[in-house]
């Protein structure tokens, strides 16, 4: 018997890897930028930690992008010490590249980093760049606005937010109704309902935050999400309204440079002992905490986040509210009752014996609450691979100071052709809003990008999004497991006392309701939903929550967005259809409604 086990095991593995090795690895391309503008001192490339031409902006010598090149090429760790020439500073400590190296390992489990890939980026010239870094700068200027303008509802910061949405309307990546990468939108146009939402089904409705970000699993009112005997509280600390970093050259040219701003004292003096490079609002000296409620919140929250938190707090927030499982293996896990019976089983309540046999370490809560966060490191080593070895994209700070420096870069740079002075151009209504904003914050005129965290990005390439690759592998898990039909309501369950008028995530309601925070976060408030929230609706929202609030930060494009969320849902396809292979004896099917809206089916035999 234990000679069978062990060559049934040995089988198992040989037909994972049969699939593992079944998949193509792709070409992995980028756009032709680096190549093309190499003589322009690699303008479009990430930079950042390299030396700078103090007046230009882009890398101070070619030989120092090529030995950095060179070295993420070379796929090992010391020579990025040893052989890439960076800028020193007695008095400061300078910040590392992270992880530049993690695309090159393998795993045992799922599709291998190399074995998925992106999209080239937007290129220089192109109107989809021009759009989509004049969709940073619009979030930049809209970082104190109430998240609950950002729909049909209305509120304070309305005018400011149908600005942004005419000026971005009247782009030509518009005009061509985003026919590169699909946006969500009403009649083809930008509105307050879509704009800077994500772009799979359900993100449009409702407010603009998902549910799972403000929601307990006990009273979804208090925000309190039950961790075993501890508690999360889902409010964050309140960042100080109006306080941006970044807009001056000086400090954007020390961050470039590399150095550790949230240390060594530069940057306007808004160092914190913390080092996190936020201030945040007290009162009788305790840091203010509230519901998520404006584009700067969200973006203090995806700052210090622990990358797939979100995620194993909305699978907490699920497993408590009891919401059903995918009804391919619901029974499998003891949720017959949810359901239809079985041919011969009556419902529980219904004169039926209990289910006996229920879901723990197979179809049960540590089983998803493992994978949710197992799949974050796949998705990690695979984005590193694209940051890095394939399209190695500047950040949207950089693309901002290109704008800044348009006319001297491109007399500079005959090369060029003029490509950063028609940007500033084609997007000059939203340019000249921004200088509006610089100067009335720092008495300076400049189009830098106002960003959100002194540091600005962090020490790695744009494209891909790490917080959105890791979003679309975690969020795909729970997809996977949990019954995306659901929708948030009432209960309705009259042969079920104890369940009926509960509020959750069920299949059948009789009343649908949603939360969301008056403009001050103070509080959740219970409110009629004329659309109910489903499931599918709300996790695809959160995916675009956590991946564009980088964007609202300023260290991403939604390009990084769109395409990463696509990137991590196939790492976690890949999973779960490898590890179906190890269930042998049940027969269960998985529905997994893709990003894309369609659905995959993943099953045990």
Not at 16 to 26: G, K, T
Not at 222 to 242: F, L, N, S, T
Not at 342 to 357: H, K, L, R, T
Not at 519 to 525: I, Q, T, Y
Request: aromatic share 8%.
């Amino acid at each position: 018997m234990a000679k069978n086990r062990i060559e049934e095991s040995y089988r198992a593995r040989l037909d994972a890897a049969e699939m593992a090795r079944a998949r193509a690895h792709p070409t992995h391309a980028a756009n032709p930028d680096e190549q093309r503008y190499a003589s322009a001192h690699y303008p479009m490339s990430f930079t950042k930690g390299l030396h700078h031409d103090v007046n230009l902006g882009v890398v101070e010598s070619c030989a120092h992008f090529e030995a950095f090149r060179s070295a993420i090429d070379a796929g090992y760790i010391e020579p990025f010490t040893t052989r890439v020439p960076v800028p020193v500073d007695g008095a400061c400590c300078r910040r590392q590249w992270e992880a530049p190296t993690a695309g090159l390992v393998y795993d045992l489990q799922g599709p291998d980093a190399q074995a998925v890939t992106m999209a080239p980026a937007p290129a220089l010239c192109s109107d989809e760049l021009t759009f989509e870094m004049a969709e940073v700068y619009e979030l930049a200027l809209l970082r104190d606005v109430p998240l609950t303008s950002f729909g049909t509802g209305g509120g304070d910061g309305e005018t400011e937010i149908d600005d942004a949405i005419a000026r971005m309307n009247a782009l030509p990546y518009a005009d061509d109704r985003f026919d590169n990468r699909p946006r969500t939108t009403e009649s083809g146009s930008l509105t307050r309902q879509t704009v800077f939402r994500g772009a799979s089904p359900g993100v449009e409705i409702g407010p603009y935050l998902s549910q799972l970000m403000w929601i307990g699993n006990g009273d979804p009112a208090d925000g309190v999400i039950g961790y075993g005997p501890q508690c999360i509280d889902q409010k964050v600390r309140a960042a100080v309204e109006g306080l941006d970093y970044m807009q001056h050259w000086d400090d954007w040219y020390r961050v470039q440079q590399g150095f550790d701003v949230n240390h060594c004292g530069a940057g306007k003096g808004n160092e914190t002992p913390c080092g996190i490079g936020q201030r945040f609002e007290q009162v009788d000296g305790e840091d203010v905490k509230r519901f998520i409620c404006t584009p700067r919140d969200l973006a203090t929250y995806v700052h210090v986040d622990a990358l797939y938190q979100a995620y194993l707090n909305a699978a907490l927030i699920l497993l408590g509210m009891r919401s059903p499982f995918d009804p391919g293996f619901a029974k499998l896990s003891g949720m017959r009752d949810v359901y239809a019976a079985q041919p011969g089983m009556a419902p529980i309540g219904a004169g039926a014996i209990d289910q006996n046999a229920g879901g723990f370490a197979l179809y049960g809560g540590p089983h998803i609450l493992t994978l949710v966060t197992e799949v974050a490191t796949r998705a990690l080593k695979a984005v590193r691979f694209q940051k890095f070895n394939t399209h190695l994209r500047l950040r949207p700070e950089a693309l901002g100071a290109r704008v800044y420096c348009a006319a001297a870069l491109d007399a500079a740079y005959p090369t060029l052709c003029g490509a950063f002075t028609k940007m500033r151009t084609d997007m000059a209504d939203t340019v000249a809003a921004v200088e509006s904003f610089n100067e009335a914050a720092i008495g300076q005129a400049t189009t830098l990008l106002p960003m959100a965290f002194a540091e600005g990005s962090p020490m790695h390439p744009t494209y891909g999004a790490g917080h959105a690759t890791v979003a679309g592998a975690c969020v795909t898990v729970l997809k996977a497991y949990f019954d995306t039909g659901a929708v948030l309501g009432v209960r309705d369950a009259p042969d079920d006392t104890c369940a009926d008028g509960q509020i959750g995530f069920h299949t059948k309601i009789r009343e649908a309701v949603y939360y969301a925070p008056p403009k001050d976060g103070s509080c959740l408030e219970k409110k009629h939903a004329p659309c109910p929230l489903t499931l599918e609706g709300e996790l695809n929202k959160l995916a675009a929550n956590i991946s564009i609030g980088r964007n609202m930060a300023g260290v991403h494009y939604f390009s990084d967005y769109y395409d990463s969320v696509r990137m991590g849902e196939e790492i976690a396809i890949g999973m779960l259809q490898e590890q179906a292979l190890c269930y042998p004896t049940d027969d269960f099917v998985m529905s997994v409604p893709t990003f894309d809206g369609e659905i995959v089916r993943i099953g045990a035999k």
